[in-house]
């Protein structure tokens, strides 16, 4: 039995298949952030709004959180143990390659939101923050 090999044999991909490849790359990024909020009273409460983006600190591009996990959305609220903290996590979309810091910010209608200014950008994309 014999095997032919063909060394001079193009591939050619039709544009919708490239751009739809290029589409399931970004898509399949993301950015984790680890967050730790620290009670300072009795009965503190936290919430995340879904109006929390990711800020390209260069272009000012805004990135929506995908995914929150271990805190409740606004209007509830996730109490904070008195002397401990709550930790929680927030997924995002990824950035592109040429972001090298970010800012996380909580866009919301009144005073208090989350903010972490200046992020280096990483290369695992993984991050751990205390607010």
């Known amino acids: 039995m014999s095997v032919v090999v063909e060394e001079d044999v193009k591939v050619e991909i039709c544009k919708e298949l490239k751009n739809e490849l290029l589409l399931l790359q970004v898509e ?12 300072q009273d009795f009965g503190d409460a936290a ?15 805004k990135y929506q959180m995908s995914f929150a996990d271990g805190i409740s959305f606004a209007p509830h609220w996730t109490v904070i143990p008195f002397n401990g903290s709550l930790e929680f996590t927030l997924i995002f979309k990824g950035l592109p ?6 800012d996380l910010v909580e866009l919301i209608p ?10 280096k ?3 695992s994309d993984v991050y ?3 607010i």
Not at 28 to 39: D, G, L, M, P, T
Not at 47 to 61: C, E
């Open 128 to 130: 751990h923050v205390t």
């Open 110 to 119: 009144e005073e208090g939101g989350f903010e972490v200014r200046n992020i």
């Open 121 to 123: 950008r990483n290369n």
């Open 47 to 61: 919430r995340i709004w879904k109006s929390t983006y990711l800020i390209d600190q260069a272009t000012g591009t």
């Open 28 to 39: 399949e990024q993301q950015v984790i952030i680890h967050c730790a909020i620290y009670a």
């Open 97 to 102: 390659k040429q972001c090298t810091s970010f």
